[in-house]
């Protein structure tokens, strides 16, 4: 298994660009999850998804847009980058809620 | 949605010392987990505590849950440099929330 992988690792945005992060779980879980971590921060939850169709805002949402179409798919959607969306998103997935969370290696994001 | 917050924000230690972070809520926690990110990584979760007062070790780590769900702490007794990185609290009543981290280095 390959777990939760993200892409792409790292990425550039101008102001204004619009782009989508990719995540894929081969887990068969059914929670998928979208953090953001800013320098020296805790994490924190920007969307989640309890399973395929259905997904609920987290801490902070805002300028962001996510679908989950398919068990093992979670893209997460920046339309007008930002300078303050400049972070490292992780994704991460797990059986139910509660339950132990695993995580993808990260996208590095700035915007400039 | 709840709070936590986690002290201190960085600890330095010698080799062969402790080391101890703690995690507290002003609200009832319906469980709380522990995940550590080395530098340059993505969180790994440690450990999932959910009973008032609970204990659990691992090897040289130590969790407890308080008795009134609102506090945690991981202590690691003598530590090593590969117990480098930072460590983050995290409980989810409604959705989840991570503690800040505490970053622990150690000099051999």
């Known amino acids: 298994n390959a777990g939760v992988t993200q892409t792409p690792k790292f990425r550039i945005l101008k102001i204004g660009q619009s782009m989508t992060l990719q995540c894929t779980q081969d887990?068969?879980?059914?929670?998928m999850y979208w953090y953001r971590q800013d320098p020296g921060m805790g994490l924190k939850l920007i969307y989640y998804?309890?399973?395929?169709?259905?997904?609920d805002k987290g801490e902070v949402p805002n300028g962001y847009n996510v679908s989950r179409s398919t068990t093992e798919d979670f893209p997460l959607r920046l339309e007008l980058a930002a300078p303050s969306q400049t972070s490292v998103y992780f994704c991460?997935?797990?059986?139910?809620?509660?339950?132990?969370?695993?995580f993808g290696p990260g996208t590095r994001l700035t915007v400039t | 949605g709840q709070q936590v917050m986690q002290i201190p924000q960085y600890q330095h230690v010698q080799e062969g010392e402790d080391f101890t972070t703690y995690c507290n809520s002003s609200?009832?926690?319906?469980?709380i987990q522990w995940y550590k990110q080395r530098p340059g990584g993505h969180p790994v979760f440690l450990i999932q505590?959910?009973?008032?007062?609970e204990v659990k070790k691992q090897k040289r780590l130590t969790f407890q849950f308080g008795e009134a769900k609102k506090n945690s702490s991981l202590h690691i007794t003598a530590t090593q440099t590969t117990d480098v990185g930072t460590y983050f609290c995290a409980s989810n009543n409604n959705d989840m929330r991570f503690g800040a981290g505490t970053r622990l280095t150690v000099k051999p």
């Open positions: 998804s309890v399973g395929a169709g259905i997904t």
């Open positions: 991460a997935s797990s059986y139910v809620a509660k339950y132990e969370q695993y």
């Open positions: 609200t009832t926690l319906s469980n």
């Open positions: 505590l959910v009973k008032s007062g």
């Open positions: 887990m068969n879980h059914n929670y």
